[in-house]
Structure formats: C-alpha cells, structure tokens
T-cell receptor, first 113, second 110 residues
Framework: EAGVVQSPRYKIIEKKQPVAFWCNPI?????LYWYRQNLGQGPELLIR????????DSQLPKDRFSAERLKGVDSTLKIQPAELGDSAVYLC???????????FGDGTRLSIL | EDKVVQSPLSLVVHEGDTVTLNCSYE??????LLWYKQEKKAPTFLFML????IEKKSGRLSSILDKKELSSILNITATQTGDSAIYLC??????????FGQGTTLQVKP
C-alpha cells in the first residue's frame, strides 16, 4: 500500500512570497489532516477534512492560510504571504475515518528567508 | 485546554537497556491514545490504545493505557541503536483531532 505522498520535500522562499504544498493521501482514506510541526514540538493540527468538507479549521490562520481538497482526494495548503514565523515542517496525514490511526507523509520543510 | 505532556523530554541509554516513556493527557471527549516514532521524516504509527489496562505489544515495544490516571507508558526492551528517535504521544478526541505531546528524544548508544 502506498503511503501519504507530499511535495515538495523542501521549500525555501523569501518572506511575503506565496507558497503551496500538495498532499496525496492513502487510497481509500476519507479523512485528511494538515499539521504544522515546529522544531522540538509535536505536530499541531491546522485543518481536517472529511471527504471534501473542511470539518475543523479552527486553528488555521485564515488571513494568510488557505486549503482545499477537490474531489475528496488530493489536497493543497497555501500560504500567502509567508512570514518568518511560518518556517516549520508541514505534515499531511490521512485515515480511513476519524476513529482509525492517522498515517503521515514525510512533510514539507519550509524555510522563510 | 487540551494538553498532552511527555516525560522525560530526552533520554540516553546503552544498547540492551530497557526504557519506559511516559505520557499524561487531558483531552476533552477522549477517544484513544496513540504512539508514534519519528526519525528524520514522517511520524510512524506504533500503537493506538482505547481500552484501559490492556497491553499492546509489537516485538520489543509495548504500551498500556490507564484511563483512571489519564496516562500511558511505552516500554522498549533490549534497546538497539535503531530505536533512536523521537517518540510522540497523542490523545485523540471523538472528532479525530490529535493533540500531541512535545515528544521524548531517545538516543541509544552502542
């Protein structure tokens, strides 16, 4: 079974530039999550999707972050404009449903100059 | 506010030692407790515990949940250098949201 696929693996941009991350979940997994992990910390949830519906986006900074999950499969997370404090690893995870374990992709390491 | 606290934050042992990692949680509408291993990439799923007092085992790793004490432990016996990693504990609510602890960094020396 193929795992969660994320791209790019690394991204370096200057502040105020836009950036986008892409995630392809495990086939058949209806629930998709985006997390942000700062150095030395555990991941923190940004947004959760059930199929194509965002059911929990309370921790997403909506002034600069947006996400979409078209057709209930792939998802993109966008930041515009990026700020220095956005430097982190952005992890995507998926699960069959909310009661099953979440499986993570390798993440995108974002560095803001 | 929901929170998960892990201890110790870091640990250095020698190959062959046994280690115990601790996790305490306060999660509204708690559903399950999960353990992940994180090396340089993605957190890798280890265990999910939903019932108190029932031990889950996988090789040299085992874990148990105590719902009365709102805690869990992860045991690793006969440690190997390949066990060196960050071990993350997370509490799951009934919405599926995971609240992670800050992790325990384990270093196993040859």
């Amino acid at each position: 079974e193929a795992g969660v696929v994320q791209s790019p693996r690394y991204k370096i941009i200057e502040k105020k530039q836009p950036v986008a991350f892409w995630c392809n979940p495990i086939s058949g997994h209806n629930t998709l999550y985006w997390y942000r992990q700062n150095l030395g910390q555990g991941p923190e949830l940004l947004i959760r999707y059930e199929n194509e519906e965002a059911v929990d986006d309370s921790q997403l900074p909506k002034d600069r972050f947006s996400a979409e999950r078209l057709k209930g499969v792939d998802s993109t997370l966008k930041i515009q404009p990026a700020e220095l404090g956005d430097s982190a690893v952005y992890l995507c995870a998926s699960s069959f449903d909310r009661d099953q374990p979440q499986h993570f992709g390798d993440g995108t390491r974002l560095s803001i100059l | 506010e929901d929170k998960v606290v892990q201890s110790p934050l870091s640990l250095v042992v020698h190959e062959g030692d046994t280690v115990t990692l601790n996790c305490s949680y306060e999660v509204t509408n708690f559903r399950s407790l999960l353990w992940y291993k994180q090396e340089k990439k993605a957190p890798t799923f280890l265990f999910m515990l939903t019932s108190s007092g029932i031990e889950k085992k996988s090789g040299r790793l085992s874990s148990i949940l105590d719902k009365k004490e709102l805690s869990s432990i992860l045991n690793i016996t006969a440690t190997q250098t390949g066990d060196s990693a960050i071990y993350l504990c997370a509490g799951s609510s009934n919405t599926g949201k995971l609240i992670f602890g800050q992790g325990t960094t384990l270093q196993v020396k040859p």
